[in-house]
C-alpha cells in the first residue's frame, strides 16, 4: 500500500477491521473515517512537535539580501533556524567566497551597530556582511548592510503541515510507518472511548518516539568551543 495519506488512514482501518477508503470517497467520508483521518494528522503532529530539530524536517534555505537593507523575517514555516549555519554563497558577479557569519547577540547590535539602519544615505558604511544577529519578533538581521544582492544560505528545520489530500506524503520516513499508525491508534481509541486500550497505545507510541530521537537526535560525536574573545568589552568583527 501506497505510503501516503490514504494508505495511513487504512492502515488504521485495517487494525480495527473497518472498510478500508479508496482516492474516490476518501475526501467526503464523515463519523468514524473522519476521526480516523484526524487521528493520523494528529500522531504526526506529536511526533513533528516531540523533537525541535528531526533530521527529516531540516531545510536549506537560500535568500537574496537587499542592499541597504538590514533585518528580515524567518520563512513562514520555520519551526527554528541554526544561527550557525549562516554564510554568504560565492558569487562570480559580486567577486566574493564563500564567507560564514558570525553570531552577534541582539544586544551587542543595538548598543554599537544600530545606527546604520537609519543611516540610510550613507552608502560608504555598505560591505559584504560579516555578522548574523537574532531578532526578538521572528526574524534576523545582517551587518554591515550589505552593498550587493548577495545569496544569503542558512538551515533551518521547519513546521510540518497537517496532510490534506488523499496523495500526500508525511515527511517522516517510511520506516517509520508502523509508529504513526501507533500514534493514530492511540486517537481512534479516544475516539470510540476505549480509553484502557488508549493508554496501553500511547505508551507504544512514546517507545517509538523515543528510539527514533536515539537513532536521530542523540548524538554527541565532539565537543566546541564556543567562548568568543573579547577586545575592550566589545567583539571585534
Known amino acids: 500500500m501506497a505510503y501516503d495519506y490514504l494508505g495511513l488512514v487504512n492502515d488504521v482501518n485495517k487494525r480495527l477491521n473497518e472498510v478500508e477508503l479508496t482516492s474516490s470517497n476518501f475526501a467526503t467520508v464523515t463519523g468514524f473515517y473522519s476521526a480516523a483521518k484526524d487521528a493520523v494528522n494528529g500522531a504526526l503532529r ?84 560579516r555578522v548574523i544577529f537574532r531578532t526578538p519578533n521572528q526574524g534576523f538581521g545582517v551587518y554591515p548592510p550589505p552593498d550587493n544582492a548577495y545569496e544569503l544560505v542558512y538551515e533551518y528545520y521547519r513546521l510540518p503541515v497537517d496532510l490534506i489530500s488523499a ?53 554527541y560525536d565532539y565537543v566546541r568551543d564556543t567562548r568568543i574573545s573579547l577586545t575592550g568589552g566589545t567583539r571585534v568583527i
Open 167 to 219: 496523495t500526500d506524503v508525511p515527511s517522516i520516513p517510511e520506516q517509520f510507518r508502523y509508529m504513526i499508525v501507533d500514534g493514530a491508534m492511540y486517537f481512534a481509541y479516544l475516539f470510540r472511548g476505549n480509553t484502557q486500550d488508549a493508554t496501553l497505545q500511547f505508551q507504544k507510541f512514546e517507545e517509538g518516539i523515543k528510539d527514533m530521537r536515539t537513532l536521530y537526535v542523540n548524538r
Open 46 to 129: 506529536h511526533i513533528n512537535q516531540s523533537t525541535f530539530e528531526w533530521p527529516f524536517n531540516h531545510v536549506e534555505q537560500e535568500d537574496v539580501l537587499t542592499a541597504g537593507e538590514v533585518r528580515y523575517g524567518y520563512p513562514a514555516d520555520a519551526k527554528t533556524l541554526d544561527f550557525d549555519s549562516f554564510r554568504i554563497k560565492r558569487s562570480a558577479s559580486f567577486g566574493n567566497d564563500t564567507r560564514k557569519l558570525k553570531l552577534m547577540a541582539y544586544e551587542e547590535y543595538l548598543e554599537n551597530y544600530v545606527d546604520a539602519e537609519y543611516d540610510t544615505s550613507n552608502t560608504g558604511i555598505r560591505s559584504i556582511p
